[in-house]
């Protein structure tokens, strides 16, 4: 490992990738691949540290891939619902922060504003990770790219489609990660659902000096030649009376076998962030088949973290 760019992370919070360099992640991706190579000798890296774990909304995989990641390498993690403390209610969020600060040596939170993991940051004085929120979902686009390359190599130059929501965090997260890797990254949506132009704007520079070519379309044939066809579900949290609009809007972009096909590529690979509403934005057939790797993604979202956590924890 380059000694020189982990000292850059020690002590350092992940609230997007907006903030880390394209050595920097590549860095986080390299070390994710040693800590899977090492599955099942755990080496008790965290023992003696303690994680705080704030989640607003629920989940599966982040918080399952926190809790294991941390727990089986001898840290102490505690779950803390908006039901078991005052998070933003009784008590401020920086009175929160302040206190978490002085009992645990991490904090990650997943919930609805990026101001509020922006704000445990800032007055913690620990790192902290963002697990998701309506604006950015970093540890999982880690995850997607790693899984890209477990199956094509140096993902530079490869091409990525993200399918469905144009606006929601992942779409946002790997607009970011491709621009500064160099991924060509497009995403097929209804024009109303487009990205906000302030991201693409930001992540433009970023993109021509990694080469990747950025774009967003209508146009399902865009997908065309990808290495990969990406989806995420039609309703967020946090917009459930939109469900029936949505559906409206998006059942012309479901992943399903013709839209696969007009990749022109047996290799090309499904992957989804998860959960999955099959039948929606997409078909058992393609989650459930050959060309997915949504369960393959599923477990790197471990391996990422715990990568993550190692090097801001200076436990490497």
């Not at 691949?33 to 982040?62: P, W």
């Not at 904090?107 to 902290?128: D, H, M, Y």
């Amino acid at each position: 490992m380059n000694s020189t760019i982990n000292e850059k992370f020690k002590g350092r919070s992940l609230l997007t990738l907006l903030d880390y360099e394209a050595e920097e992640i590549r860095f986080l991706l390299d070390l994710s691949k040693q800590v899977k190579a090492e599955k099942g000798s755990c080496k008790q890296r965290f023992t003696g540290k303690t994680l705080a774990l704030l989640f607003e909304k629920r989940s599966t995989r982040t918080r399952c891939a926190f809790e294991t990641a941390f727990g089986e390498e001898g840290g102490h993690p505690v779950f803390l619902s908006t039901a078991d403390i005052q998070l933003g209610a009784k008590e401020s969020v920086e009175d929160t922060a302040r206190v978490l600060g002085r009992m645990f040596s991490a904090i990650q939170f997943r919930g609805f504003k990026q101001s509020t993991v922006e704000t445990l940051a800032s007055c913690s004085g620990v790192p902290v990770y963002n697990g998701l929120t309506d604006s950015f979902h970093p540890t999982q686009v880690l995850a997607d790219i790693m899984t890209l390359e477990e199956n094509f190599g140096d993902c530079k130059g490869k091409k990525l489609c993200f399918v469905g929501d144009g606006r929601n965090n992942v779409a946002r997260s790997l607009m970011v990660i491709c621009s500064k890797l160099g991924v060509h990254f497009t995403v097929i949506t209804p024009p109303a659902l487009n990205p906000d132009w302030e991201l693409i704007e930001l992540c433009a520079p970023i993109s021509a000096g990694s080469g990747a070519k950025i774009r967003v379309t209508d146009d399902l044939s865009e997908v065309s030649g990808s290495d990969a066809v990406y989806t995420d579900v039609w309703t967020s949290m946090g917009e459930e009376d939109k469900k029936a609009e949505r559906i409206a809007l998006l059942s012309p972009y479901q992943v399903n076998p013709t839209l696969m096909a007009k990749t022109g590529r047996a290799d090309t690979i499904f992957l989804h962030c998860l959960p999955a509403v099959k039948g929606e934005e997409v078909t058992a057939d393609v989650i459930d088949g050959p060309m997915s790797r949504a369960w393959d993604e599923a477990e790197n979202r471990k391996h990422t973290i715990k990568a993550i956590m190692l090097a801001s924890l200076d436990c490497l």
